[in-house]
Nanobody, 126 residues
Framework: QVQLKESGGGLVQAGGSLRLSCTAS????????MGWFRQVPGKEREFVAA????????YYADSVKGRFTISRDGAEKTVYLQMNSLIPEDTAVYYC???????????????????WGQGTQVTVSS
């Protein structure tokens, strides 16, 4: 029903910045929440940030608060993740996620999302 296309990953030195993008296609009317998770090989997926359509509410993991900013396109179901002051601990595969209306608790849970992108690698060197 919904497809997510991600871009913007890459290799950056600590202290640098990257901007990830994700665009939804298909049944976009069903999307009310979009966000980002990340995963290191062998570890569980970790919530990074999310945004809710209704009031443009944003949510962040404590580990990225103040460094990452999630935003959305006003006309399209497109979200961006501006990542500043990157540290090696940010190294991971970053996944775009989407679903309908969600609570604040569910929005931080990987199991709460039906739609996932393919992932884009972010590597931060020390």
């Amino acid at each position: 029903q919904v497809q997510l296309k991600e871009s913007g990953g890459g290799l950056v030195q600590a202290g640098g910045s990257l901007r990830l993008s994700c665009t939804a296609s298909g049944r976009k009317f069903s999307i009310y929440t979009m966000g980002w998770f990340r995963q290191v090989p062998g570890k569980e997926r970790e919530f990074v940030a999310a945004i809710s359509w209704t009031y443009s509410s944003t949510y962040y993991a404590d580990s990225v608060k103040g460094r990452f900013t999630i935003s959305r396109d006003g006309a399209e179901k497109t979200v961006y993740l501006q990542m500043n002051s990157l540290i090696p601990e940010d190294t991971a595969v970053y996944y775009c996620v989407a679903d309908g209306p969600m609570t604040g608790a569910t929005i931080r849970s990987a199991n709460g999302y039906r739609y996932w992108g393919q992932g884009t690698q972010v590597t931060v060197s020390s």
